[in-house]
């Protein structure tokens, strides 16, 4: 089956500094990457979408400044939590597609403390 | 905009017994997918069924089931003899079609955390 790593699994930072995490398909090529924020008992909530090699599409109310999402390549997309404070505290999960399936492939999430 | 509503907040079962867990949506796509996910306290997101919108025939797989109603916009799931295993959180999930290929945004649930006691 589809495999979708994240690194790294669990993180803390200090308030101000940047995070950057890294979300990769390990047997298919994503053409598309999803990234999601859950906050604890509660739904996830689809932060941008990113095809390869295109600027990544956010949803309404994320800030694009602060969540820089990358996707440079079939198999990597990277998320940066810039100048990170607590209220960034929370587990995010990206997902991956390839244009045969409809069906997204989940990695295991990061769960980002900031202190 | 699609909607998903899950019902449920939390429900709990007996091990062995069989259980349903409730969902409604909302879109006015004529092609699209639903999907039932899991996720036990690990927090890793699992699929459990898909469902085409386009077939008619309810999606089948082990021991969990679904009852797709498409005019009812009514998605509920099914599971069977259950076991300690299945506790986790359940979300429902809806996709509309992609006719470039590929996946687009899932649309999720509040979701529904299950129980099942031994």
């Known amino acids: 089956g589809a495999v979708v790593s994240q690194h790294p699994s669990r993180v803390i930072c200090k308030s101000g500094t940047s995070v950057k995490i890294e979300c990769r398909s390990l047997?298919?090529?994503?053409?598309?990457m999803f990234w999601y924020r859950q906050f604890p008992k509660q739904s996830l909530m689809l932060m941008a979408t990113s095809n390869e090699g295109s600027k990544a599409t956010y949803e309404q109310g994320v800030e694009k400044d602060k969540f820089l999402i990358n996707h440079a390549s079939l198999t990597l997309s990277t998320l940066t939590v810039t100048s990170a404070h607590p209220e960034d505290s929370s587990f995010y999960i990206c997902?991956?597609?390839?244009?045969?399936?409809?069906?997204?492939?989940f990695g295991p999430g990061t769960r980002l403390t900031v202190l | 905009a699609q909607t998903v509503t899950q019902s449920q907040p939390e429900m709990s079962v007996q091990e062995a017994e069989t259980v349903t867990l409730s969902c409604t949506y909302d879109t006015s796509e004529s092609n699209y997918y639903l999907f039932w996910y899991k996720q036990p306290p690990s927090r890793q997101m699992i699929l459990v069924i898909r469902q085409e919108a386009y077939k008619q025939q309810n999606a089948t797989e082990n021991r969990f089931s679904v009852n797709f109603q498409k005019a009812a916009k009514s998605f509920s799931l099914k599971i069977s003899d259950s076991q300690l295993g299945d506790t986790a959180m359940y979300f429902c999930?809806?996709?509309?079609?992609?006719?470039?290929?590929?996946?687009?945004?899932?649309?999720f649930g509040k979701g529904t955390k299950l129980t099942v006691n031994p």
């Open positions: 999930a809806f996709m509309k079609y992609s006719n470039q290929g590929g996946s687009e945004k899932l649309v």
């Open positions: 047997d298919f090529q994503a053409t598309t």
């Open positions: 997902s991956a597609a390839d244009r045969f399936h409809n069906e997204q492939f």
